[in-house]
Structure formats: C-alpha cells, structure tokens
C-alpha cells in the first residue's frame, strides 16, 4: 500500500488549499480514509475522516466548517480542501488507511506535506 500526498504549501491567512492523496496497492473503494496533521512540538491529531463510500465524514472541531473532506474512488484519491485557513493550520499533512490481517491492525500512512499559513 502506497499513499502519496500533493498540494501543500504557503498560503495566507484567510487563503485556501487543497490537499490530494493517492492511494496504490489496495482496493480503495473499501478503506475508509483519514488526514491527520502534526505541527511542530505538537502530537499528531485527526483532522477529518470519511468514510469508504463517501457516505459519511466527520471533523475535527477545530477545522469544521472551513475544511470539507471528500474522496473520488474511480481516481482512488482522497482529498482535503481548506479554506480560511489560519496561522494554526501550519502543520505537516498526513494521509493515513488502516486493515485487519486476522486480529493485527496494519497502518498506512503517507509522507506528509508541508502546510505554511504566514503573511
């Protein structure tokens, strides 16, 4: 399983961005979906979910209503469009999958790209 994210970079605060994450080696239709981010000195935190279908999502509360989440299975890409963004938003983005071999979780994760909100 590969995942390779796009589409990072600096933007100004109130800008936008969106985020791209391709997905290989698995059969994409049937993995829910997630984007974490870390900024500096701080631990990793979920950002938005969704789910293998599409049908559902969720956020976290610090990015609700200004981040939408939304994935294209046929492209087997995720994205994470962000808007009005803020200085806070600075981070490293993560794409991140996860299956079940028997009972052991096996994680996915990307390489991460770099968010900059500055003036």
């Known amino acids: 399983v590969q995942l390779v994210e796009s589409g990072g970079g600096l933007v100004q605060p109130g800008g936008s961005l969106r985020l791209s994450c391709a997905a290989s080696?698995?059969?994409?239709?049937?993995?829910?979906m997630r984007w974490f981010r870390q900024a500096p000195g701080k631990e990793r935190e979920l950002v938005a979910a969704?789910?293998?279908?599409?049908?559902?999502?969720n956020y976290a509360d610090s990015v609700k209503g200004r981040f939408t989440i939304s994935r294209n299975n046929a492209k087997k890409t995720v994205y994470l469009q962000m808007s009005k963004l803020k200085p806070e938003d600075t981070a490293v983005y993560y794409c991140?999958?996860?299956?079940?071999?028997?009972?052991?979780?096996?994680?996915?994760w990307g390489q991460g790209t770099q968010v900059t909100v500055s003036s």
């Open positions: 991140y999958t996860r299956d079940w071999v028997l009972v052991r979780q096996r994680d996915y």
């Open positions: 080696g698995l059969t994409f239709g049937g993995y829910g």
């Open positions: 969704i789910t293998a279908a599409g049908g559902m999502t």
